[in-house]
């Protein structure tokens, strides 16, 4: 019986320095965010006497995956470094034109990273007919005509975002913002490919089936057109373009 109770001791004080152990550890969370800048821009074109021009009044994406990667140390000055992966999974559909659209937090580990790059994948819902990416709002023409406009993206994409110089504490909470430069992802369309564009009811209707080169022209942009921005959770002085 003493011997008994002598294993049982062993072993609660085991128990008793492991809960100790894990209470002094802490860990952080990155609140990945995501927005759309340059709501107008102009439009490839040559000599007119009107500038034409996008403006934007809609944009939302599905989002249904982001990975965190990074190199991880235990500490700022170790030697020793180890590659890491950590996933926010759902289906969440984000208004790109909200300011406090979040998408998700993924938890970190405690400890020091770098080399970080997010990965972010965007697709259709099971049974919804919610589109993987919508963009919409108005074309003015060299005529100053105002045209209605909107582009529908159905296919599954992905893109990743990186930043270099970037390093996070595993002990600070953070915001990832993630910036969709509308003003990028329109820059392979040209005036001459808007004039040429069939309407439907009175507007240009961008997807795989209607429109189907501007379509491709968009799409081939899609997974160019990203920067991200990181600072500590709840600080609002990031610099970036709110066009």
Known sequence: MKRISAVMLLFLGVLLFSCEKNTTDSSSALQVKMQATNKSSAVLKSATLVTPLFAWNVCTMNVSHIEFKAEGKETENAQNSYKVSYEWRGSK??????????VGDIALDPGVYDEIKLEIEAAKSQNSTV????????????????????????????????????????????????????????????ISDLDAAALTDGKI??????????????????????DVEYDHHGDHNMDHNDD
């Open 131 to 190: 589109p993987v990416f919508y963009l919409a709002g108005s074309f003015t023409n060299a005529l100053g005509t105002v045209i209605p406009i909107e582009i529908t993206m159905n296919e599954n994409f992905k893109f990743e975002v990186e930043k270099e110089g970037t390093t996070l504490d595993g002990t600070n909470d953070y915001s990832a913002l993630v910036n969709l430069n509308l003003a990028q992802l329109m820059s392979g369309v040209s």
């Open 93 to 102: 559909v984000v208004d790109l034109f909200d300011a406090n659209s979040v």
């Open 205 to 226: 209707i961008v997807n795989a089936t209607s429109n189907p080169n501007l379509y491709l022209k968009i799409k081939g942009k899609i997974s160019s057109c990203e």
